[in-house]
């Protein structure tokens, strides 16, 4: 095979690669559009490695607005359209204790969103939550009593790969065309104007991005769309664009046991009587809910200490859920004392460590989505609506409920969002 001409190539078909696009070939259903993957199908990526829960507990606006308007639409395919995409409403609990830095922030949240604080007594009296851990623990760990809890309402889990199926099956439909088992090599950046000298394209040349080298050829687009997430860099770096991001490893333990299963399907915290996903008082260790395998998924968004090194196929490192993670969750949540880990992996947060919003911009024929910062899941829907009003020269994105955003909101030179407090 040699060359292959397309309108649009997008490379990558995790959430972000596969919103994108949907919402391209919706606006314009003349286009002929490849996404490409160097897997044997979609979502096997972060995608497939997320945690995937679902918040939109927010501090900056933009995405509050980004996840509120993703979640309206997950909703819109799981109860209008009928497609089960496993999305729950099992809630988003933190526990607090005195003074917790979070809580001016949740406040603030609980004006934009539905939500609810917990007394100690509701606490107490659901009986999986031991709000004084023992005295030991709490000296040597530094662990402090839980005082209150609070939980966003309009919150919690789905599936990744159900939810990334609904939009391959869509795009399918729309003959958007997939080329799996295909890694590009690499972006050549050529003038736009070819004179046929060797060392092209030169500086006083105008440039344009001319295809991706790839083993079964080049691939010719006049627009391309790079939705690599982790993997953006190893791409756009040798071509001198910068992508903003660092990879930060995530890790997610599988946790199960007679205690925790009961635990897992007696609780009165939200309307889906699932226990909710639960951020500890300490190091950010949270529990996932996970219905489909009885257990619980536990991780943890460590920061100082975990560098930036990158793998492909990273490792879950069981010593650290031995003598990092377990400690802290059996001293507040007495079912962990007799359970065993049945599963683990490990994945990147493709991290934007200055603002943590997402990164939509284009440089020459070139479209950069990332920067997701370990929400790309839930805010999949909507960066693939961004990326599409790019496509499309759209000053702003229309996301769900008559919210929009501009659209230059998440690019570079014109970027506007607040800071995100809130990345776990
Ligand atoms: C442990 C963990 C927990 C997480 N928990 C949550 C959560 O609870 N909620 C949430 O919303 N988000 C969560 N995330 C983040 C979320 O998974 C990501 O933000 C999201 O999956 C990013 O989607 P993406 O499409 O950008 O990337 P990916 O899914 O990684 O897709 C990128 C695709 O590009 C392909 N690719 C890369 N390089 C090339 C190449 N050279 N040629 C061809 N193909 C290529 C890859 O194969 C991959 O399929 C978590 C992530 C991790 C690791």
Known sequence: MSEIRYDLAVIGSGIVGLTSAFYIKKGNPDLKIVVIDKQHTFAQGQTGRSAAAFRDLFSSDTNYNLAASSI?????????????????????????????????????????????????????????????????????????????????????IIEPDLLSKYYYEELIHMGVEFMFNTPVESISLEPFDKLDFPGEPFLWQKKTIGSLKTPRGDIVADTYVVATDVWSSELLDPIGIDCHIRPKKRQVFQVSGEEIEKMLFSSRFSESEIFPFTVLPSNSVYMRPAPREKSFWVG?????????????????????????????????????????????????????????????????????????????????????????????????????????????????????????????
């Open 72 to 156: 309206d639409f997950y909703s819109h395919i799981q109860k209008e359209l009928g497609y089960d995409i496993g999305m729950r409403y099992t809630g988003y609990m933190f526990l607090l204790t005195e003074g917790n830095e979070k809580l001016p922030v949740l406040e603030e949240l609980s004006k934009k969103t539905r939500t609810r604080t917990l007394g100690r007594d509701e606490l107490e009296n659901n009986g999986n939550i031991k709000l004084v851990p023992d005295r030991d623990v709490s000296e040597i760990m530094g662990l402090k009593e839980i005082v209150g809890g609070f939980i966003g309402l309009n919150c919690g």
């Open 300 to 424: 943890v968004a460590d920061d100082i200490g975990r560098d930036f090194s990158f793998q492909d196929d990273p490792m879950a490192e069981r010593r650290y859920y031995d003598y990092n993670i377990i400690q802290v969750i059996q001293s507040y949540i007495p079912a962990f004392s007799n359970s065993r880990v049945t599963g683990m992996w490990a994945g990147y947060y493709s991290y934007n460590t200055i603002d943590m919003n997402p990164y939509v911009f284009q440089t020459l024929n070139l479209i950069v989505a990332t920067g997701t910062s370990g929400s790309g899941i839930l805010k999949g829907d909507s960066v693939g609506r961004t990326v599409a009003a790019l496509y499309n020269q759209e000053e702003y994105v229309n996301l769900t409920n008559n919210r929009k955003i501009k659209t230059s909101d998440l690019g570079v030179s014109e970027r506007n969002v607040d800071r995100e407090r809130f990345v776990l």
